[in-house]
Protein backbone atom coordinates (compact mmCIF):
# COMPACT_ATOMS: atom_id res chain seq x y z
CA UNK A 1 0.00 0.00 0.00
CA UNK A 2 1.39 3.38 -0.67
CA UNK A 3 1.96 6.59 1.64
CA UNK A 4 -0.70 7.31 4.51
CA UNK A 5 -1.60 10.42 5.74
CA UNK A 6 0.73 12.60 8.54
CA UNK A 7 1.12 15.53 9.70
CA UNK A 8 5.07 15.84 9.01
CA UNK A 9 4.13 15.01 5.71
CA UNK A 10 1.61 17.40 5.19
CA UNK A 11 3.98 20.16 6.83
CA UNK A 12 6.92 19.16 4.93
CA UNK A 13 5.09 21.26 2.23
CA UNK A 14 4.64 23.99 4.44
CA UNK A 15 7.00 27.06 2.38
CA UNK A 16 5.64 26.18 -1.05
CA UNK A 17 1.97 27.21 0.35
CA UNK A 18 0.85 30.66 -1.40
CA UNK A 19 0.46 33.30 1.14
CA UNK A 20 -3.13 34.51 1.77
CA UNK A 21 -4.06 36.80 4.47
CA UNK A 22 -6.30 35.12 7.34
CA UNK A 23 -5.57 31.71 5.86
CA UNK A 24 -2.68 29.88 8.40
CA UNK A 25 -1.48 26.44 6.70
CA UNK A 26 -0.11 25.12 9.83
CA UNK A 27 -3.79 25.94 11.39
CA UNK A 28 -5.14 23.70 8.45
CA UNK A 29 -2.82 21.10 8.65
CA UNK A 30 -2.97 20.37 12.59
CA UNK A 31 -6.70 20.32 12.80
CA UNK A 32 -7.19 18.02 9.79
CA UNK A 33 -4.15 15.80 11.57
CA UNK A 34 -6.29 16.28 14.83
CA UNK A 35 -9.46 15.18 13.05
CA UNK A 36 -7.35 12.19 11.51
CA UNK A 37 -7.02 10.69 14.64
CA UNK A 38 -10.59 10.18 15.53
CA UNK A 39 -12.03 6.67 14.23
CA UNK A 40 -7.87 5.28 13.20
CA UNK A 41 -8.24 1.36 12.01
CA UNK A 42 -5.32 -0.65 12.30
CA UNK A 43 -4.67 -0.71 8.67
CA UNK A 44 -3.81 2.50 8.60
CA UNK A 45 -7.32 4.74 7.42
CA UNK A 46 -10.28 6.22 9.44
CA UNK A 47 -13.83 4.26 10.36
CA UNK A 48 -16.45 7.14 11.26
CA UNK A 49 -19.77 5.60 11.14
CA UNK A 50 -22.61 8.12 12.37
CA UNK A 51 -24.23 8.01 16.02
CA UNK A 52 -20.95 6.64 17.07
CA UNK A 53 -18.37 7.89 19.67
CA UNK A 54 -16.12 8.22 17.10
CA UNK A 55 -18.04 11.04 15.04
CA UNK A 56 -19.37 12.25 18.90
CA UNK A 57 -15.79 13.35 19.81
CA UNK A 58 -15.02 14.47 16.37
CA UNK A 59 -18.08 16.45 16.08
CA UNK A 60 -17.24 18.29 19.70
CA UNK A 61 -13.85 19.47 18.74
CA UNK A 62 -15.24 20.98 15.72
CA UNK A 63 -17.97 22.66 17.36
CA UNK A 64 -14.80 23.81 19.81
CA UNK A 65 -13.27 24.73 16.81
CA UNK A 66 -16.53 26.82 15.71
CA UNK A 67 -17.12 28.79 19.00
CA UNK A 68 -13.32 29.87 18.93
CA UNK A 69 -14.45 32.05 15.91
CA UNK A 70 -16.81 33.56 17.56
CA UNK A 71 -19.50 31.38 15.22
CA UNK A 72 -23.03 31.28 17.12
CA UNK A 73 -22.88 27.18 17.16
CA UNK A 74 -26.19 24.93 17.16
CA UNK A 75 -26.98 21.29 16.30
CA UNK A 76 -30.15 19.68 15.32
CA UNK A 77 -32.16 17.37 16.74
CA UNK A 78 -30.69 14.95 14.32
CA UNK A 79 -27.33 15.85 14.65
CA UNK A 80 -26.81 18.37 11.83
CA UNK A 81 -24.51 21.43 13.26
CA UNK A 82 -24.67 24.81 12.10
CA UNK A 83 -22.31 27.62 13.28
CA UNK A 84 -24.15 31.23 12.15
CA UNK A 85 -21.30 34.53 10.88
CA UNK A 86 -24.11 37.06 11.26
CA UNK A 87 -23.89 39.68 8.53
CA UNK A 88 -25.17 43.59 8.35
CA UNK A 89 -28.26 42.06 7.33
CA UNK A 90 -29.40 39.14 9.31
CA UNK A 91 -32.76 38.53 7.72
CA UNK A 92 -31.71 37.88 4.05
CA UNK A 93 -31.10 34.44 2.98
CA UNK A 94 -27.67 33.25 3.99
CA UNK A 95 -24.68 32.24 2.68
CA UNK A 96 -24.11 28.50 3.56
CA UNK A 97 -20.83 26.46 3.01
CA UNK A 98 -19.99 23.24 4.72
CA UNK A 99 -19.12 19.62 4.21
CA UNK A 100 -19.32 16.20 6.77
CA UNK A 101 -17.04 14.34 9.52
CA UNK A 102 -18.29 10.98 8.88
CA UNK A 103 -16.49 8.79 6.98
CA UNK A 104 -16.69 5.33 4.58
CA UNK A 105 -15.05 1.94 6.22
CA UNK A 106 -11.27 3.03 6.32
CA UNK A 107 -11.28 6.01 4.94
CA UNK A 108 -8.58 8.68 4.04
CA UNK A 109 -8.48 11.74 6.26
CA UNK A 110 -9.66 14.20 3.51
CA UNK A 111 -13.17 13.22 2.50
CA UNK A 112 -15.24 15.78 4.28
CA UNK A 113 -12.59 17.43 7.03
CA UNK A 114 -11.06 19.18 4.41
CA UNK A 115 -14.40 20.73 3.46
CA UNK A 116 -15.50 21.28 6.91
CA UNK A 117 -12.53 23.01 8.01
CA UNK A 118 -12.06 24.70 5.02
CA UNK A 119 -15.33 26.66 5.37
CA UNK A 120 -13.90 27.15 8.93
CA UNK A 121 -11.07 28.62 7.92
CA UNK A 122 -12.29 30.89 5.09
CA UNK A 123 -14.77 32.24 7.71
CA UNK A 124 -12.42 33.06 10.38
CA UNK A 125 -10.23 34.97 7.68
CA UNK A 126 -13.41 36.73 6.96
CA UNK A 127 -14.08 37.40 10.26
CA UNK A 128 -10.32 39.38 10.59
CA UNK A 129 -11.16 41.32 7.81
CA UNK A 130 -13.24 43.41 10.54
CA UNK A 131 -15.86 43.71 7.83
CA UNK A 132 -19.23 42.65 8.11
CA UNK A 133 -20.40 40.66 4.81
CA UNK A 134 -23.95 41.53 3.90
CA UNK A 135 -25.78 38.49 4.22
CA UNK A 136 -24.80 35.84 7.73
CA UNK A 137 -22.58 32.57 6.55
CA UNK A 138 -23.34 29.46 8.10
CA UNK A 139 -21.07 27.05 7.96
CA UNK A 140 -23.23 23.51 8.31
CA UNK A 141 -21.65 19.90 9.20
CA UNK A 142 -24.16 17.54 8.07
CA UNK A 143 -24.48 14.47 9.25
CA UNK A 144 -24.06 10.78 7.73
CA UNK A 145 -22.76 11.88 4.55
CA UNK A 146 -21.49 8.77 3.21
CA UNK A 147 -24.30 6.65 4.30
CA UNK A 148 -21.75 3.49 5.20
CA UNK A 149 -23.45 2.33 8.34
CA UNK A 150 -27.17 2.57 7.50
CA UNK A 151 -27.03 2.99 3.98
CA UNK A 152 -28.87 6.45 3.91
CA UNK A 153 -26.08 8.90 2.01
CA UNK A 154 -26.39 12.33 1.76
CA UNK A 155 -28.94 12.16 5.06
CA UNK A 156 -27.99 15.26 6.72
CA UNK A 157 -28.22 17.13 4.14
CA UNK A 158 -31.42 15.50 2.64
CA UNK A 159 -33.30 15.93 6.40
CA UNK A 160 -32.56 19.50 6.09
CA UNK A 161 -34.08 20.11 2.62
CA UNK A 162 -37.16 18.11 3.59
CA UNK A 163 -36.46 15.02 1.38
CA UNK A 164 -36.23 12.24 4.46
CA UNK A 165 -39.62 11.16 6.25
CA UNK A 166 -40.32 9.45 9.77
CA UNK A 167 -40.73 6.06 8.78
CA UNK A 168 -37.28 5.76 6.72
CA UNK A 169 -35.62 6.61 10.33
CA UNK A 170 -37.52 3.31 11.23
CA UNK A 171 -36.29 1.84 7.25
CA UNK A 172 -32.67 2.32 7.26
CA UNK A 173 -30.71 -0.61 9.64
CA UNK A 174 -27.00 -0.86 10.03
CA UNK A 175 -25.57 -4.54 9.65
CA UNK A 176 -26.48 -5.25 13.41
CA UNK A 177 -29.44 -4.50 12.48
CA UNK A 178 -30.14 -1.76 14.74
CA UNK A 179 -32.63 0.71 13.39
CA UNK A 180 -31.19 4.28 12.67
CA UNK A 181 -34.08 5.64 14.59
CA UNK A 182 -33.34 3.59 17.65
CA UNK A 183 -29.29 4.36 17.69
CA UNK A 184 -30.13 8.43 16.82
CA UNK A 185 -31.47 8.09 20.18
CA UNK A 186 -29.21 6.23 21.76
CA UNK A 187 -26.36 8.71 20.60
CA UNK A 188 -28.68 11.45 22.40
CA UNK A 189 -30.83 13.04 19.56
CA UNK A 190 -34.39 13.18 19.08
CA UNK A 191 -35.59 11.72 15.42
CA UNK A 192 -38.85 12.62 16.49
CA UNK A 193 -38.48 16.72 16.25
CA UNK A 194 -37.16 15.44 12.20
CA UNK A 195 -39.71 18.42 11.61
CA UNK A 196 -37.72 20.87 13.36
CA UNK A 197 -34.80 20.07 11.60
CA UNK A 198 -35.97 21.10 7.90
CA UNK A 199 -34.51 24.69 6.72
CA UNK A 200 -36.97 26.96 4.20
CA UNK A 201 -35.07 26.96 1.20
CA UNK A 202 -35.81 29.96 0.41
CA UNK A 203 -33.89 31.33 3.35
CA UNK A 204 -30.66 29.79 1.77
CA UNK A 205 -29.18 32.28 -0.97
CA UNK A 206 -26.31 29.64 -2.35
CA UNK A 207 -24.58 26.27 -1.00
CA UNK A 208 -20.55 26.49 -1.41
CA UNK A 209 -18.96 22.76 -0.56
CA UNK A 210 -15.12 22.66 -0.91
CA UNK A 211 -14.18 18.87 -1.49
CA UNK A 212 -10.91 16.67 -2.56
CA UNK A 213 -11.65 15.62 -6.50
CA UNK A 214 -11.77 11.96 -5.38
CA UNK A 215 -10.28 11.20 -9.20
CA UNK A 216 -7.01 12.06 -11.49
CA UNK A 217 -8.33 14.75 -13.73
CA UNK A 218 -7.12 17.72 -11.91
CA UNK A 219 -3.64 16.19 -10.95
CA UNK A 220 -3.06 14.83 -14.65
CA UNK A 221 -4.03 17.85 -16.28
CA UNK A 222 -2.03 19.99 -13.30
CA UNK A 223 -4.69 21.76 -12.79
CA UNK A 224 -5.02 23.32 -9.26
CA UNK A 225 -9.05 23.93 -9.25
CA UNK A 226 -11.64 22.33 -9.99
CA UNK A 227 -15.05 23.91 -10.46
CA UNK A 228 -17.78 21.50 -10.77
CA UNK A 229 -20.33 21.36 -13.69
CA UNK A 230 -21.90 18.74 -12.46
CA UNK A 231 -22.63 16.12 -10.08
CA UNK A 232 -24.19 12.78 -11.08
CA UNK A 233 -26.91 10.85 -9.97
CA UNK A 234 -26.26 7.86 -7.32
CA UNK A 235 -28.94 4.64 -6.43
CA UNK A 236 -27.52 2.68 -3.59
CA UNK A 237 -29.59 -0.78 -3.52
CA UNK A 238 -29.02 -4.25 -2.85
CA UNK A 239 -30.00 -7.46 -4.83
CA UNK A 240 -30.56 -10.51 -2.47
CA UNK A 241 -30.32 -14.00 -4.17
CA UNK A 242 -32.17 -16.53 -2.01
CA UNK A 243 -31.23 -20.31 -3.07
CA UNK A 244 -30.74 -24.00 -0.58
CA UNK A 245 -28.07 -23.83 2.12
CA UNK A 246 -26.45 -27.52 1.50
CA UNK A 247 -23.61 -29.62 2.66
CA UNK A 248 -20.43 -28.32 0.55
CA UNK A 249 -19.12 -32.22 0.65
CA UNK A 250 -21.87 -34.21 0.08
CA UNK A 251 -24.26 -32.60 -2.24
CA UNK A 252 -23.16 -33.06 -5.78
CA UNK A 253 -23.00 -30.12 -8.07
CA UNK A 254 -26.01 -30.35 -10.12
CA UNK A 255 -28.07 -30.40 -7.59
CA UNK A 256 -27.24 -26.93 -5.69
CA UNK A 257 -28.99 -24.10 -5.87
CA UNK A 258 -25.79 -21.78 -4.82
CA UNK A 259 -25.85 -18.20 -4.28
CA UNK A 260 -22.65 -17.06 -4.43
CA UNK A 261 -22.48 -18.68 -7.55
CA UNK A 262 -25.57 -16.57 -8.90
CA UNK A 263 -23.86 -13.36 -6.88
CA UNK A 264 -20.55 -14.16 -8.71
CA UNK A 265 -22.02 -14.26 -12.13
CA UNK A 266 -24.31 -11.31 -11.25
CA UNK A 267 -21.29 -9.12 -10.32
CA UNK A 268 -19.67 -9.55 -13.85
CA UNK A 269 -22.97 -8.33 -15.42
CA UNK A 270 -22.28 -5.15 -12.78
CA UNK A 271 -18.93 -4.67 -14.40
CA UNK A 272 -19.74 -5.41 -18.24
CA UNK A 273 -23.44 -2.90 -18.34
CA UNK A 274 -22.30 0.48 -17.86
CA UNK A 275 -21.02 0.68 -21.34
CA UNK A 276 -23.89 -0.33 -23.06
CA UNK A 277 -25.82 2.56 -21.65
CA UNK A 278 -23.48 5.71 -21.42
CA UNK A 279 -19.75 6.34 -21.42
CA UNK A 280 -20.05 8.13 -18.00
CA UNK A 281 -22.60 5.34 -16.24
CA UNK A 282 -20.93 3.32 -13.55
CA UNK A 283 -21.86 0.35 -11.12
CA UNK A 284 -20.01 -1.24 -8.38
CA UNK A 285 -20.62 -4.08 -6.04
CA UNK A 286 -18.81 -3.04 -2.75
CA UNK A 287 -20.36 -5.13 -0.33
CA UNK A 288 -21.18 -9.11 -0.49
CA UNK A 289 -22.49 -10.48 2.37
CA UNK A 290 -22.85 -14.71 2.30
CA UNK A 291 -25.39 -16.38 4.77
CA UNK A 292 -24.40 -18.23 7.01
CA UNK A 293 -20.78 -17.89 5.38
CA UNK A 294 -19.40 -20.70 6.42
CA UNK A 295 -16.95 -22.42 4.42
CA UNK A 296 -18.29 -25.50 3.99
CA UNK A 297 -21.61 -24.24 3.59
CA UNK A 298 -23.36 -24.07 0.03
CA UNK A 299 -24.95 -20.46 0.87
CA UNK A 300 -28.56 -20.03 0.67
CA UNK A 301 -28.83 -16.12 1.07
CA UNK A 302 -26.26 -14.15 -0.47
CA UNK A 303 -26.92 -10.53 -0.35
CA UNK A 304 -25.34 -7.78 -2.54
CA UNK A 305 -24.68 -3.66 -2.65
CA UNK A 306 -25.54 -2.32 -6.13
CA UNK A 307 -23.87 1.52 -6.39
CA UNK A 308 -25.39 2.56 -9.72
CA UNK A 309 -24.13 6.08 -10.70
CA UNK A 310 -24.28 8.51 -14.22
CA UNK A 311 -24.95 12.46 -14.92
CA UNK A 312 -27.47 11.24 -17.29
CA UNK A 313 -30.16 10.16 -15.15
CA UNK A 314 -32.68 8.25 -18.20
CA UNK A 315 -29.17 6.13 -18.60
CA UNK A 316 -28.51 5.13 -15.42
CA UNK A 317 -32.36 4.62 -14.46
CA UNK A 318 -31.99 1.89 -17.98
CA UNK A 319 -29.12 0.48 -16.74
CA UNK A 320 -31.03 -0.37 -12.87
CA UNK A 321 -33.67 -1.74 -15.17
CA UNK A 322 -30.95 -4.29 -17.17
CA UNK A 323 -29.22 -5.44 -14.14
CA UNK A 324 -32.45 -6.29 -12.69
CA UNK A 325 -33.50 -8.43 -15.65
CA UNK A 326 -30.29 -9.54 -15.32
CA UNK A 327 -30.59 -10.72 -11.65
CA UNK A 328 -33.93 -12.55 -12.98
CA UNK A 329 -32.54 -14.22 -15.72
CA UNK A 330 -29.91 -15.85 -13.67
CA UNK A 331 -32.11 -16.75 -10.76
CA UNK A 332 -34.58 -18.47 -13.24
CA UNK A 333 -31.60 -20.46 -14.68
CA UNK A 334 -30.45 -21.59 -11.53
CA UNK A 335 -33.70 -21.93 -9.78
CA UNK A 336 -33.33 -19.62 -7.09
CA UNK A 337 -35.60 -16.68 -6.11
CA UNK A 338 -34.11 -12.95 -6.10
CA UNK A 339 -35.23 -9.91 -4.48
CA UNK A 340 -34.71 -5.43 -4.86
CA UNK A 341 -34.00 -3.51 -2.06
CA UNK A 342 -35.20 -0.02 -3.52
CA UNK A 343 -32.15 1.96 -1.31
CA UNK A 344 -32.43 6.11 -2.67
CA UNK A 345 -31.94 7.14 -6.05
CA UNK A 346 -30.70 10.60 -6.16
CA UNK A 347 -31.16 12.92 -9.33
CA UNK A 348 -27.83 14.49 -11.24
CA UNK A 349 -27.66 18.00 -10.67
CA UNK A 350 -26.00 20.58 -12.67
CA UNK A 351 -24.32 23.36 -11.05
CA UNK A 352 -25.74 27.27 -12.02
CA UNK A 353 -23.27 29.14 -13.86
CA UNK A 354 -23.34 32.07 -11.87
CA UNK A 355 -22.19 29.77 -9.29
CA UNK A 356 -19.40 28.05 -11.21
CA UNK A 357 -18.20 31.86 -12.81
CA UNK A 358 -18.34 32.94 -9.00
CA UNK A 359 -15.62 30.09 -8.35
CA UNK A 360 -13.42 30.81 -11.69
CA UNK A 361 -13.12 34.26 -11.11
CA UNK A 362 -12.12 33.75 -7.52
CA UNK A 363 -9.55 31.10 -8.74
CA UNK A 364 -8.34 33.39 -11.55
CA UNK A 365 -7.64 36.51 -8.99
CA UNK A 366 -5.43 34.55 -6.88
CA UNK A 367 -3.65 33.09 -10.34
CA UNK A 368 -4.93 29.67 -9.73
CA UNK A 369 -5.54 27.82 -13.03
CA UNK A 370 -8.99 25.88 -13.66
CA UNK A 371 -10.49 22.96 -15.09
CA UNK A 372 -14.45 22.61 -15.20
CA UNK A 373 -15.14 18.98 -13.93
CA UNK A 374 -18.06 15.93 -13.40
CA UNK A 375 -18.28 14.84 -9.77
CA UNK A 376 -18.74 11.13 -10.22
CA UNK A 377 -18.86 10.96 -6.37
CA UNK A 378 -22.33 12.04 -4.49
CA UNK A 379 -21.76 15.09 -2.60
CA UNK A 380 -24.31 17.15 -0.17
CA UNK A 381 -24.29 20.09 -2.38
CA UNK A 382 -26.73 17.69 -4.46
CA UNK A 383 -28.97 17.67 -1.84
CA UNK A 384 -29.18 21.66 -1.42
CA UNK A 385 -28.63 21.92 -5.11
CA UNK A 386 -31.99 20.58 -6.39
CA UNK A 387 -33.92 23.73 -4.51
CA UNK A 388 -30.93 26.42 -4.37
CA UNK A 389 -28.09 27.51 -6.00
CA UNK A 390 -25.23 24.87 -4.91
CA UNK A 391 -21.82 24.80 -6.15
CA UNK A 392 -18.08 22.76 -5.06
CA UNK A 393 -14.45 23.54 -5.42
CA UNK A 394 -12.80 20.46 -6.05
CA UNK A 395 -8.70 20.77 -5.25
CA UNK A 396 -6.49 17.44 -6.58
CA UNK A 397 -6.14 14.12 -5.23
CA UNK A 398 -2.80 12.35 -5.66
CA UNK A 399 -3.30 9.68 -7.90
CA UNK A 400 -7.27 10.08 -7.81
CA UNK A 401 -6.75 7.88 -4.51
CA UNK A 402 -10.26 8.45 -2.39
CA UNK A 403 -12.38 6.09 0.17
CA UNK A 404 -8.75 4.82 1.01
CA UNK A 405 -5.87 5.44 3.32
CA UNK A 406 -3.88 6.91 1.00
CA UNK A 407 -6.03 9.66 -0.03
CA UNK A 408 -3.96 12.33 -0.29
CA UNK A 409 -3.78 16.01 -1.08
CA UNK A 410 -0.70 18.64 -0.58
CA UNK A 411 -1.08 21.27 1.80
CA UNK A 412 -0.35 24.06 -1.07
CA UNK A 413 -3.86 22.60 -2.89
CA UNK A 414 -5.46 22.75 0.53
CA UNK A 415 -4.69 25.97 0.95
CA UNK A 416 -5.28 27.39 -2.53
CA UNK A 417 -9.42 25.87 -1.74
CA UNK A 418 -9.33 27.40 1.13
CA UNK A 419 -8.59 31.09 -0.27
CA UNK A 420 -11.38 30.23 -3.76
CA UNK A 421 -13.82 29.25 -0.98
CA UNK A 422 -13.20 32.15 1.03
CA UNK A 423 -13.37 34.60 -1.84
CA UNK A 424 -16.46 33.04 -3.39
CA UNK A 425 -18.49 33.11 -0.11
CA UNK A 426 -17.49 36.69 0.13
CA UNK A 427 -18.79 37.50 -2.96
CA UNK A 428 -21.62 35.21 -3.02
CA UNK A 429 -22.45 37.19 0.50
CA UNK A 430 -22.18 40.84 -0.56
CA UNK A 431 -24.21 40.37 -3.53
O1 LIG B 1 -20.36 7.72 -2.34
C1 LIG B 1 -20.10 8.89 -2.64
O2 LIG B 1 -20.12 9.26 -3.79
C2 LIG B 1 -19.74 9.90 -1.59
O3 LIG B 1 -18.44 9.70 -1.17
N1 LIG B 1 -20.67 9.86 -0.51
MN1 LIG C 1 -17.00 9.94 0.41
MN1 LIG D 1 -17.40 13.37 0.83
Not at 71 to 88: A, P, T
Not at 229 to 234: C, D, K
Not at 331 to 336: D, E, M, P, Q
Request: proline share 5%; with cysteine; glycine share 10%.
Amino acid sequence: MGKVFSKQRLLAELNNCSFYPGIDPEELAGKLSILAGIGTTVEGGITRFPYTDEEKSAKEIFKSWMEEIGLIVREDSLGNIFGVLEGEDPSLPIVLTGSHLDSVPNGGAFDGPLGCLSSLLAMKAITETGTKPKRSIELVVFVDEEGARFGNGLFGSRVMMGEVTASDLKYFKDDQGNLLYDEMKKAGFNPDELASCYRKHEDIFAFLELHIEQGKRLESENKQIGVVHGIAGPSWGSIIFYGETDHAGNTPMEYRKDTVAAAAEFILEVEKSPRMFSQTAVATVGKITVFPNGSNVISGRTELSVDVRDIDEQARDNLLAHLEAKADEIAKKRGLSFEVEEGIKIPPVIVPEHIQQTIRTASENNGLSVLTVISGAGHDAMSLGRYVPSGMIFVPSHNGKSHSPEEWTSLPDCVNGVQVLKESILSLANQ
